[in-house]
């Protein structure tokens, strides 16, 4: 039994939304903003602060030894926070990158999972195109981590430079022919130059937090792709008209005009009763308001509610499963994240039009 990846789990729920009316394998998804939400949504755990330095206070000079120092110690300092700002810039914007990338990762890998949990063909062309964009995907999320690693070595740099220039200032102290003004600079600059240090160790930290959690991430990604590189060559995840994941019932059937609960026999093929059930005797079937209202209540009642999508096949005409993948789509595009819906195929003798019963537990 295989379930949906860690990783494309978190997102189909943004992903697939975009395309929840449309085929599985047609039309354009939606371009997505970047935002928080998508980040937790990839699976992407960055760092999130934005480095922004403290303002430098403006000293006259006094004409002594110990004054020309303090402006050549602030000049010093002014052009390290210059650093810190274009480092800055540099990385929030490969954080976009890596989400955005993360984001068109998930959108493709999802598609595939759910398609390949239905059934498809072996070797299905437009699958591999897909995992060929994942792949595309994998080589650009490897070159975010080369420019967040050469990130990484200029800061530390600054690093450097910062702390000697803290210790430099904490030396001029000692310097003989200073006047009190030159000393109170001198305490303003070091605060200054302290608070500069803790935000550049801080800066270095997080970029060292996000280059390790990027090629963990990366590593995921690879074998995430190896195991649906194997289950494209047969078409499916080995599962065929069999539970994919244990199934557990709770719940009651949700009445309504549009999908109605279908008869006693179809809804003794899953144990307990569904919360829908759709007779696809007729495709064009309007069910979407219905599992809206249901998938709806559940969730009110309980936030982490679980959902099972059953596919129920006759023994001969037409498959359940596309209208079970659709079903699960929309229960997606609902908000209900993709790690909470299951999804399976069973075969009744007993009925002769494909059906889907969706249960929550």
Not at 57 to 67: A, E, L, P, Y
Not at 247 to 264: F, H, V
């Amino acid at each position: 039994m295989l379930k949906l990846s860690k990783l494309s789990c978190l997102t189909i729920a943004v992903l697939l939304s975009g395309c929840a009316n449309s085929e599985l394998f047609g039309g354009n998804t939606r371009e997505v903003a970047i935002s928080e939400r998508d980040a937790a949504a990839a699976g992407i755990v960055l760092g999130a602060t934005d480095f922004k330095p403290v303002e430098i206070s403006s000293v006259s000079n006094t004409g002594t030894f110990v004054g020309q120092k303090v402006i050549t110690f602030r000049n010093e300092l002014r052009q390290l926070q210059k650093s810190i700002k274009k480092n800055n810039d540099q990385l929030q914007k490969l954080r976009k990158s890596i989400i955005s990338n993360a984001l068109q990762y998930h959108r493709t890998v999802g598609i595939m999972e759910a398609k390949l949990q239905v059934g498809t063909t072996p070797g299905n062309p437009r699958m591999l195109e897909f995992l060929n964009s994942a792949q595309n995907n994998i080589q650009t999320m490897s070159s975010n981590l080369s420019s967040l690693n050469q990130l990484s070595a200029s800061v530390s740099a600054d690093v450097a430079n910062t702390d000697y220039l803290s210790e430099a200032i904490q030396s001029a102290y000692s310097i003989s022919g200073a006047i009190d003004e030159d000393h109170a600079h001198l305490r303003t600059l070091e605060n200054e130059a302290n608070q500069t240090s803790v935000l550049m160790h801080s800066l270095e930290a997080e970029i060292g937090g996000d280059i390790t959690r990027q090629q963990q991430y990366i590593d995921t990604a690879n074998d995430n792709l190896a195991n649906l590189n194997e289950a494209i060559k047969t078409g499916s995840f080995g599962v065929n008209n069999s539970v994919m994941y244990p199934r557990t019932s709770a719940g009651n059937i949700k009445r309504t005009s549009l999908a109605r609960p279908m008869n006693n026999r179809v809804a003794k093929v899953a144990d307990g009763r569904p919360l829908l059930s759709v007779n696809f005797a007729n495709k064009n079937i309007n069910y979407k308001d219905g599992l809206k209202q249901a998938v709806g209540s559940a969730v009110a009642k309980k936030n982490n509610a679980m959902f099972d999508v059953v596919a129920v096949n006759p023994v001969k005409g037409q498959s359940a499963q596309s209208y079970a993948s659709d079903v699960f789509q929309e229960i997606i595009s609902l908000g209900v994240s993709a790690d909470r819906v299951n999804i399976s195929s069973r075969t009744d003798a007993s009925i002769s039009d494909p059906a889907v019963l969706v249960f929550v537990r």
